[in-house]
Structure formats: C-alpha cells, structure tokens
C-alpha cells in the first residue's frame, strides 16, 4: 500500500509539473506583432506566332502553306517519297521579359481517301540559322538583362517537313499515291518560359 501512495504522489507531481508548464505561457507578457507584405514586378510574357499571312497561330487549328520544294523527278507542287515542302512562320517575343524555348511538333499526319500510315514525314525547325529536329526545344535567351525588344524578338521560323523514303514503307506510300489528293500536316507550336 505504502509502494502505491508513492507511485500516486509521484504521478500527482508529474502532472503538476506539466500542469505548471503549460500555465506559464499564459500569465500577461509584453508582445508586438508585425504584418507586412511586399511587392514585386511581374515578368511579362508577350509570345505570338503568326503564319505567313499574318494571322496569329493559337491552341485551335489553322493553316498555314507549306511549298513544295522542287525535285526533277516529281512533278511540280507535289510531294512524294524523298521530297521536302517549307512553311515559314514568325515567332514574336518583342516585349516578353524571359528567356523562351520554342519547339516544333509534327503530329498524326491524315489524308482524303486513304488510310495508309504516314509515319514516315520527318520535321526540322530552323530558328536565327539554327536546324534542330522535331521534339528539341530550342532556347532564346535574353539579349543581355532586357525584354526583347522588335529588332532582337522578331524570329523567322522555317518548318521543313520530308517525305522519307524508306524501302520497308512502300506498300503505304504506294497506297497514298493511289488513293489520296491530299494529305494534312498537323504541327504543334509551343513557346514556353526556359527554366535554366
């Protein structure tokens, strides 16, 4: 009995101890508090990219011309296996404040009249002279620590679409040769602000 009047005596401090703890923080002290907010610039985003007839490109589709370049043994205006077509475009940056990367995306190709695969149409993108392929982005930078402005954000984009020639393919583009007038070229046109 006299073990258990401890052990209660001692809990019973414990408590007390803790109890005290807590009741500390609650008596009358001195406190200031502050609040403050800051303001800061917001870097602008000014992109547009238009096509050769000046109409601005957005997320629904529009067209825009791409002319067959010319080949000896095709027909002119027509493209087929091993020939090229170019479309240009402009990419304007003029006022935006970050560095932007740029990419071209060739997608799912269709055509009138046929089903034949189309996979095999490649896509370069030319940007200020640079060639790169479809899926890499291309980096603008910053002219120095300014926006761009309408002499340096001005960029003629020339999209280049290839008609490969690949022996394993030939029953398609035979069949698209047969069957088809027309084919469309979707491509995807993205800028977004480069994080370095």
Known sequence: MR??????T???LVILAIALFFIAGTYARYSTQGVASGSLPVAKWAVAITSDDGKTLSSTTQDITFTVQSNTNVVSGKIAPAVTAVAE???????????????????????SGSTASLDKMTLTTEVDG????????QTINLVGDSAFTAANGKKKVTL????END?????DDTTMGTTAPTITIPV????????G
């Not at 404040?97 to 190709?109: H, K, N, R, W, Y």
């Not at 640079?130 to 982005?137: D, I, K, L, V």
């Open 3 to 8: 073990k258990s009047k401890v052990r209660e």
């Open 10 to 12: 001692v809990i019973a």
């Open 89 to 111: 475009i402009e990419l304007d940056l003029t006022g935006t404040e970050v560095a932007v990367d740029f990419d071209a995306v060739i997608g799912s190709l269709t055509s």
């Open 130 to 137: 640079t060639t790169y392929t479809s899926g890499t982005a």
């Open 160 to 163: 280049t679409v290839t008609w």
């Open 167 to 171: 022996e394993t393919n030939n029953a």
């Open 188 to 195: 995807t046109l993205t800028a977004k602000q480069h994080i």
